[in-house]
């Protein structure tokens, strides 16, 4: 098979359009794709002149995508529950066969509250363009969305992004930021309040589990970019996935994150219980003390056993089958060490990813326990909205499909940059050492920013 390089990719499938013959029984959506020769993804989704820009890192597969432009949106800016999505979804899948369209976007944290005005409470996107890596493969796609009847015009509209593509620029070299000042909400004594609140008895007892977090606004007085940060991230935590979401050029989400919502393979199903955490040590034997340490923790051991528990139950009526590691591993980040148990289950025939993320998100790891009173606790008490922070990001297409939960993130904006950690709150939980905690979240995006 051929593999062009970008320009000749493009004249390639621009070629292949023009050519297209749309026949009334053909799929409605038409993907059409290329191999070509090695680009960088990051560097090339940033010179891109449209939106919305969106790349997807997996964690443990060797994929990577950039995509931009759409030609279909599905965006909520009101609530919408998992059975509507699911409706829209079932609507969309049915309009073709082709096993690699995918829709890739997120939903918010709490989709009962108010979020951010482009992300909305849940947003989806059919891109127009995409770069896909898988290993060494590369491929360049463009997608059609003939459903209106309009099929000329949307051929029209495809050439036009292949003919603005731009070439790959070297990402603007990382620069240290100069913080104007920083915010916390909660501040440190509302934290105390609110551990204090939630590690009462009384209240302990009935929710065992509630993950309070925090918004932490720098200001800023020098332009950003956010891809630039997000692959400065990528270089600390490799083991994490990355991924990012513009949908216009002032607002963008991104996030390196550790923990996997779930992914699917027809009914293969993966997902993980990613809950206590410890520092890394600055040796190699103060690293594995530490550990140890974390091992053997009564307090981290339930914040994990909680998420493992809830997530094995939540799957079981969806499942043939469902099992847990029974002793968690350590998941080691550049800064931070976690407990880290691996689940998997076969799904019954039939089950959705609608109902996955109904049955999975918000797990305790970011939620709580019971989920609606932990829920209800976060929204009436945190003070700040988290939007997307928390929320499931990733991708839905026919076969597999991949869900990551957003932490460790960051929405950049201009003149600001908005930093999200939490930490689970359970029997135990002490204020100050959870505030610590949120600080070690921080480390690594803030010493990109400062330390460079
Ligand atoms: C909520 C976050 O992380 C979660 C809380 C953890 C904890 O309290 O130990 C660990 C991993 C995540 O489940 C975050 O990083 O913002
Ligand atoms: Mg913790």
Known sequence: MAVYSLSQAIASLTDTLKQLKFQTQSDPIIQLSVSIKPVPAIAWLAAQPCYPRIYWKGRDTEEEVA???????????DNIDDNQLSIEYQKQRALSNNQDIRYYGGVAFDRTTECWPEFGRAHFVLPRVELRRHGNDYKLLVNLNCETGNAESERDQAMTSLAQLASPKPLPPPNKINILSRSDRPDRYRWTELVNQVTHQKFIQETPKVVLSRLTQLEINQPV?????????????????QFGFQFS?????????????????????????????????LNLEEDKVLAQTLMEDNKNSHENRLVKDHIVDALTPLSNYVGAESIPKVFKLSHIQHLHRSIRAELKPGVDDFQLLQALHPTPAVGGLPKEPAMSFIRQSEGYARGWYAGACGYFNKYESEFAVAIRSALIEPGRINLFAGAGIVSGSEADSEWIELENKLTTILSILTEL
């Open 67 to 77: 995509a931009i432009g759409c030609c279909k949106d599905f965006f909520y800016a």
């Open 225 to 241: 970019d956010p891809w630039m940060l997000l692959a400065c991230w990528q270089g600390r935590n490799k083991n994490s996935f």
């Open 249 to 281: 050029p002032d607002s963008t989400f991104i996030s390196c994150t550790p923990e996997r919502l779930y992914r699917r393979r027809q009914r293969e199903l993966f997902t993980e219980a990613l809950a206590g955490t410890t520092t890394r040590g």
